[in-house]
């Protein structure tokens, strides 16, 4: 038999466990919210550290036309640099990907070409391997096992222009390559390209040399930056580009 005592007592467990119910509801809500928002702010902040040497290689070749690269036979180009008084450097040459052959053209008109691994010519692959970093260094990175790279977490004033870019470090360890125990920073725009990069030779803390990344322009999907200007006078700069 069914009381009205037990009919008031069933009614207010009723409205207090759809009150519990709703409570728990708009906190469950509230903390799945929150927990949201911390994780979009966790994340935005993680993602540059989170990504591996390999990731960001591969980011940063990808950017610069790796897929185009594939399908390239010959690469020509003439790189010159001028300390502030006038061209003083100029090397033309003809790069062969594919056979890892390249060909120097020197000014008495007597051109040498050289497997890239001839340890005979270690001089003048130590020249290319110099000149190329600084036509297509996207790839070289890409390319060299040895090479470690790493993302500052969170934006860093680039050095010439003071825009907050993001900043990787390129690595190499003190007794592999050409280049052995030296460092790159790279400072890249919104789309991923370096607009500035930070040279430090051995890996020192100071700059060796800082240089702007600048001209781009596409040669069969391949993008390189033809001029790299110092404020001070120095230059790095590229003509007779030319790739098939």
């Known amino acids: ?3 009205p005592y037990m009919v008031l007592f069933s009614g207010q467990n009723l409205r207090n466990t759809v009150e519990w119910a709703i409570v728990s509801t708009m906190t ?3 903390a799945f919210f929150y927990i949201s928002i911390l994780g979009a702010i966790g994340l935005s902040s993680a993602t540059a550290s989170d990504k591996s040497s390999q990731d960001l290689k591969r980011e940063l070749a990808e950017t610069y036309g790796l897929e185009a690269f594939s399908d390239i036979n010959k690469v020509s180009f003439t790189f010159l640099v001028d300390f502030g008084q006038g061209t003083a450097v100029e090397r033309q040459w003809e790069w062969n990907p594919g056979m890892n052959e390249v060909t ?3 000014s008495d008109g007597n051109s040498v070409t050289f497997d890239r691994q001839d340890p005979g010519q270690a001089d003048l692959a130590a020249k290319f391997v110099n000149d190329s970093y600084w036509l297509v260094f996207p790839f070289m990175a890409y390319w060299d096992d040895t090479a470690v790279l790493t993302e500052a977490p969170k934006l860093v004033d680039a050095p010439l222009s003071g825009t907050p870019m993001r900043k990787i470090t390129v690595d190499h360890p003190a007794d592999v390559g050409f280049t052995p125990g030296d460092a790159y920073d ?4 919104g789309e ?3 607009r500035e990069w930070v040279f430090r030779k051995g890996g020192q803390p100071e700059p060796s040399r800082i240089t702007t990344w600048e001209d781009y322009q596409d040669f069969s999907g391949i993008q390189i930056a033809l ?3 110092n404020p001070d006078g120095f230059r790095v700069y590229f003509e007779n580009v030319s790739v098939e």
Do not use: E, K, Q, S
Request: charged share 15%; proline share 5%; no cysteine.
């Open 192 to 194: 991923g390209v370096v």
């Open 28 to 30: 469950a809500i509230r």
């Open 186 to 189: 790279l400072y890249l725009d």
């Open 1 to 3: 038999m069914v009381t």
């Open 227 to 229: 001029d790299h200007i």
């Open 104 to 106: 120097f053209f020197p």
